[in-house]
């Protein structure tokens, strides 16, 4: 079994700053990318950023200049640091990844952690 456990949302004004974290356990032969998506509700899941194994990173241009994606390979964990916050930031963030097991590839979802920015 593997989890995804995020951690780090909350409310914050426009402007500021808010560091996710997700952290994968369980029994992880090899993680081959990790990524954060958003979801507001009536609107289609939204891709964040994403990270390889190769460390090949992708953001979308609604983000790019303000969120940061890492990764803590020894740990199996994701950061997402978001600066300069915007109200149309306000999401569910959820953490996402692509991990081999004993048995096979499969991708992962964490439940998820609330954003709130204010105006």
């Known amino acids: 079994q593997v989890q995804l456990v995020e951690s780090g949302g909350g409310l914050v004004q426009t402007g500021g700053s808010l560091r996710l974290s997700c952290a994968a356990s369980g029994s992880i032969v090899r993680i081959n990318y990790m990524a954060w998506y958003r979801q507001v509700p009536g609107k289609e899941r939204e891709l964040v950023a994403s990270i390889n194994s190769g460390g090949n990173i992708i953001y979308p241009n609604a983000v790019k200049g303000r969120f940061t994606i890492s990764r803590d390979n020894p740990k199996n964990t994701v950061y997402l640091q978001m600066n300069s916050l915007k109200p149309e930031d306000t999401a569910v963030y959820l953490c996402?990844?692509?991990?081999?097991?004993?048995?096979?590839?499969?991708?992962?979802w964490g439940q998820g952690t609330q954003v709130t920015v204010s105006s």
């Open positions: 996402n990844a692509g991990i081999n097991t004993m048995y096979a590839l499969r991708d992962y």
